[in-house]
T-cell receptor, first 115, second 115 residues
Framework: DAKTTQPNSMESNEEEPVHLPCNHSTISGTDYIHWYRQLPSQGPEYVIHGLTSNVNNRMASLAIAEDRKSSTLILHRATLRDAAVYYCILRDGVAGGTSYGKLTFGQGTILTVHP | EAGVAQSPRYKIIEKRQSVAFWCNPISGHATLYWYQQILGQGPKLLIQFQNNGVVDDSQLPKDRFSAERLKGVDSTLKIQPAKLEDSAVYLC?????????????FGSGTRLTVV
């Protein structure tokens, strides 16, 4: 499985933007970049995903480097409810393969948001 | 739309006892996953079902863990006999299909403590 590297932890202040980095230097052309987050005592929650172009949704933005070897999840205005573990995951997009669609979680980044 | 339902929410058992967890995925989701999350780590995939067939159980400790998904809807995960190292949160997730762009929806998990 392709691997990702994330900082163990990051801190932010409420209502400030947060940029969560992820390195994935061994990404293949068919891997999608997915982000999930896990709030305390809950299961992981889908945040956003992309392949090559930057993506925006109501929760966050995803900026993908031109060579696709890194990406950044952007929370535009952090709130206390955004405190969670954020996982950057490469998801195989080749239908029929043994690893098709699988989510393999790493350690993630623990985001602390200060009031 | 109702989420992924799991029960029980918590379970405490003694080592060498048996335990079973239940999962009801989102209606219409053909793919179902069981993950194990040990404290401080990311979730680890145990088994993946497509309808009522097993797609991947390569990381399931088959000497003590078993899982089934009769009729392609609900699923149960069983541990017999339990060991201390099985203490973890067991997460169930479902998706329309393995590669669906909406990703996985996770339940809140069952926290197992083996004493």
């Amino acid at each position: 499985d392709a691997k990702t590297t994330q900082p163990n932890s990051m801190e932010s202040n409420e209502e400030e933007p947060v940029h969560l980095p992820c390195n994935h230097s061994t990404i293949s052309g068919t891997d999608y970049i997915h982000w999930y987050r896990q709030l305390p005592s809950q299961g992981p929650e889908y945040v956003i995903h992309g392949l090559t172009s930057n993506v925006n949704n109501r929760m966050a933005s995803l900026a993908i480097a031109e060579d696709r070897k890194s990406s950044t999840l952007i929370l535009h205005r952090a709130t206390l409810r955004d405190a969670a573990v954020y996982y950057c995951i490469l998801r195989d997009g080749v239908a029929g393969g043994t690893s098709y669609g699988k989510l393999t979680f790493g350690q993630g980044t623990i985001l602390t948001v200060h009031p | 739309e109702a989420g992924v339902a799991q029960s029980p929410r918590y379970k405490i058992i003694e080592k060498r006892q048996s335990v079973a967890f239940w999962c009801n995925p989102i209606s219409g989701h053909a793919t179902l996953y069981w993950y194990q999350q040990i404290l401080g780590q990311g979730p680890k995939l145990l088994i993946q079902f497509q309808n009522n067939g097993v797609v991947d159980d390569s990381q399931l400790p088959k000497d003590r863990f078993s899982a089934e998904r009769l009729k392609g809807v609900d699923s149960t995960l069983k541990i017999q006999p339990a060991k201390l190292e099985d203490s973890a949160v067991y997460l169930c997730a479902s998706s329309l299909d393995p590669g669906h762009s909406s990703g996985y929806t996770f339940g809140s998990g069952t926290r197992l403590t083996v004493v």
